[in-house]
């Protein structure tokens, strides 16, 4: 597609159970940013993709959250035994290269019931 | 104390006034963006400036970097900037936002 797909658009889950969320590239683009949007507060970053580089995780606010990115492309995020506080919009996006303008996608919702 | 601070949290304007955010940051930069995200749908990317000031149709945005400030300018409002305006400072750090309604 054109521009940064993310799946499922919608997710509930019961507390404790793990999700996958899926974050799509724009192709050719490099930078890949997982971001956190909780109601009423502003966006949270929790890690950066670049390339075949270590990724920075220096956002991730617990060890039940992790990410893979595959072949420079498709990224994964995972919360394992999900909380009710994780409930949030959680947005994908990416840049051609570093410090270049991000395109961003329309974001999965989580609920944690 | 957050990184980045926006002002005003809220705005409400008639059409055509002429809107002002600002943005104020306390790390150091390789460039500052502004984001803006409609109710229900998702970002875009508004400008992304590391010095100086860039325009685009309506709107207009500056820094200054000594002053660690940039404002969102949008001249001649309508309704349909009703949006929530984001100031990030690279891609790590982001204003709580500045949401925007212009009353026809």
């Known amino acids: 597609g054109a521009g940064v797909s993310q799946s499922p658009s919608n997710k509930v889950t019961e507390k404790g159970k793990d999700v996958e969320l899926r974050c799509d590239p724009i192709?050719?683009?490099?930078?890949l940013y997982w971001y956190r949007q909780s109601l009423g507060q502003g966006l949270e970053f929790l890690i950066y993709f670049q390339g075949n580089s270590a990724p920075d995780k220096s956002g991730l606010p617990s060890d039940r959250f992790s990410a893979e990115r595959t072949g420079g492309s498709v990224s994964t995020l995972t919360i394992q035994r999900t909380q009710q506080e994780d409930s949030a919009v959680y947005l994908c996006a990416t840049a051609p290269q570093p410090n270049t303008e991000a395109f961003f996608g329309q974001g999965t919702r989580l609920t944690v019931v | 104390k957050n990184e980045v601070e926006q002002s005003p949290q809220n705005l409400t304007a008639q059409e055509g006034e002429f809107i002002t955010i600002n943005c104020s940051y306390s790390v150091g930069i390789s460039a500052l963006h502004w984001l803006q995200q409609h109710p229900g749908g998702g970002i875009v990317s508004l400008f992304m400036?590391?010095?100086g000031k860039k325009k685009h149709g309506r709107l207009i945005a500056t820094i200054n970097i000594q002053e660690k400030h940039s404002s969102l300018h949008i001249t001649a409002s309508h309704p349909r900037d009703s949006a929530v305006y984001i100031c990030g400072v690279g891609q790590f750090y982001f204003g709580t936002g500045t949401s925007l309604t212009v009353i026809p």
């Open positions: 400036l590391s010095s």
């Open positions: 192709s050719g683009h490099t930078a």
